[in-house]
């Protein structure tokens, strides 16, 4: 049972739609519920919701498709959003065939099935939110160019499957840097930015120079011979002079989302706490 689940079985007991005795019933059920299953080729950890907010990631590189589908329809049963990263055509065929509701992103090879809201019907409708509060403003996810697609994808199709409000701005890198400051507007208004470059690896930089807000710099195996698969980029980027530009690993796209949605989430929850103190 996430935390989202609690609080809509709460608030049903709440406005009396739900018996106490249910209520009462389903949080036994859920703390009984094995933390993880055994598929003897993988343990499925349910119980990571719990513990870092977000349900357990499938890694599709390495994994047959056979074993991908297996894990995937097992998370979908648990009532928990499915994502696979590095998701091949044959992984996608194997999935879709055990969850038809399911999508696949092939740019970022990405599969994604969002689990059904658990907010009850009877919840009131959410208001809008004020301009200033921090999940209004995206996670914008900029690329330096359009070979860098891939990875940028990636990391935008995971922060949106984790909830994030996503927007990009592509192939804006260096080389053609009046292309980015266009953009300056956008750069100024996101809550967090995931700037993705190969080559020099200089963009994260430029961006970290011209906004106040956390830059996450993913590098790319984009390159010629001497950018070594990325490890220029990487490097290039590990001693930005830019304040505020953490990195992920090279082609991490999903590394750099779950950073994003972490901060903007944390950030949320600040602001939610210092108006309840108010």
């Avoid at 059904?116 to 996670?139: E, K, T």
């Avoid at 949106?160 to 804006?172: F, P, Q, S």
């Avoid at 710099?217 to 290039?236: D, M, R």
Wanted: with cysteine; charged share 20%.
């Amino acid at each position: 049972m996430t935390e989202a689940d609690l609080q809509a079985l709460l608030a049903e007991v709440q406005q009396g739609s739900i018996p106490t005795a249910e209520a009462t019933r389903r949080l036994l059920a859920a703390l009984r519920a094995a933390p993880y299953e055994d598929l003897a080729f993988a343990r499925v950890d349910h119980h990571r919701t719990v513990r870092q907010g977000w349900p357990e990631t499938v890694f599709g590189q390495g994994k047959s498709p056979a074993q991908i589908a297996a894990i995937a329809e097992r998370i979908v049963a648990a009532g928990q959003t499915l994502l696979v990263t590095r998701a091949s055509q044959d992984a996608w065929e194997a999935v879709r065939v055990q969850i038809p509701d399911a999508r696949y992103y092939e740019m970022g090879r990405v599969i994604v099935r969002k689990a059904p809201s658990s907010a009850p019907a009877s919840a009131p409708a959410r208001q809008p939110a004020s301009p200033d509060a921090p999940s209004s403003h995206p996670i914008l996810i900029v690329s330096a160019g359009t070979s860098d697609s891939p990875v940028a994808e990636e990391a935008a199709i995971c922060a949106d499957a984790m909830g994030g409000t996503v927007e990009r701005v592509y192939d804006v890198g260096v080389a053609g840097l009046h292309r980015l400051l266009a953009e300056r507007r956008r750069l100024e208004e996101a809550a967090v930015l995931i700037v993705v470059a190969g080559m020099e690896g200089a963009l994260p930089s430029v961006v970290g120079g011209l906004t106040s807000a956390p830059v996450i710099a993913v590098p790319t195996s984009v390159g010629y011979g001497a950018s070594f698969n990325g490890l220029a980029a990487l490097l290039a980027m590990l001693n930005s002079c830019a304040t505020g530009v953490a990195v992920v690993n090279i082609d991490n796209g999903f590394g750099a989302a779950a950073l994003a949605t972490r901060i903007v989430r944390t950030r949320h929850q600040m602001s939610k706490d210092e108006r309840t103190s108010d």
